[in-house]
Nanobody
């Protein structure tokens, strides 16, 4: 059983910052493929940022230069530092862990609201 628990969401004003954390626990085969997705009502869940083998990173165009993904392998935790937040960043953010056996695991999500 693998569990992912997100934290760090909340209400922030435009231009502000938040740091999301996702702690992984359980029978994890590999910590090499992790990412953050977000979803708004009526829309599909979309990839925001990912960090893979060798700490290679990927960012959606909409967040490049503002968001930074990182991880602490020893603590099995992945982070998403979000700066210069915009109202359009408002969403539920989900942590994802991909495993080499093909299994995908998701957290329950944390709500980020950017509003004045």
């Amino acid at each position: 059983q693998v569990q992912l628990v997100e934290s760090g969401g909340g209400l922030v004003q435009p231009g502000g910052s938040l740091r999301l954390s996702c702690a992984a626990s359980g029978s994890i085969l590999s910590f090499n493929n992790m990412g953050w997705y977000r979803q708004t009502p009526g829309n599909q869940r979309g990839l925001v940022a990912a960090i893979t083998t060798g700490a290679s990173t990927y960012y959606a165009d909409s967040v490049k230069g503002r968001f930074t993904i990182s991880k602490d392998n020893a603590k099995r935790t992945v982070f998403l530092q979000m700066n210069s937040l915009k109202p359009e960043d408002t969403a539920v953010y989900y942590c994802h862990l991909g495993q080499p056996d093909g299994m995908d695991y998701w957290g329950k999500g944390t709500l980020v609201t950017v509003s004045s």
